[in-house]
């Protein structure tokens, strides 16, 4: 099994920022890729960036020049930095990892969730 142990979120102002981590822990893992889900009250998880195993990144519009992921590999870690937040960012934040466990089983493992909640 793969676990995971997010951290980070909190309460900040809008404007300020904001870091994440998610590590990845686990006998024989090969992590494929890693990413960031946010979910608020009433609206559908969304992705808001995902590295992969090549170092290739995506992110949603919104998080796009505001937000950076990026990964530290001797740690199977990942990280959000997450600057100029507005009240919109603010959900719940949920680690995402696919994984390679041995040499054949694939598993896709989310982390507890994290909140961030931006509010004057």
């Known amino acids: 099994q793969v676990h995971l142990v997010e951290s980070g979120g909190g309460l900040v102002q809008p404007g300020g920022s904001l870091k994440l981590s998610c590590a990845a822990s686990g006998s024989d893992v090969s992590i494929i890729a890693m990413g960031w889900y946010r979910q608020a009250p009433g609206k559908e998880r969304e992705l808001v960036a995902s590295v992969n195993s090549g170092g290739s990144t995506t992110y949603t519009d919104s998080a796009k020049g505001r937000f950076t992921i990026s990964r530290d590999n001797a740690k199977n870690t990942v990280f959000l930095q997450m600057n100029s937040l507005k009240p919109d960012d603010t959900a719940v934040y949920y680690c995402?990892?696919?994984?390679?466990?041995?040499?054949?089983?694939?598993?896709?493992?989310w982390g507890q969730g994290t909140l961030v909640t931006v509010s004057s």
């Open positions: 995402n990892v696919h994984a390679l466990v041995g040499l054949t089983r694939y598993l896709e493992v």
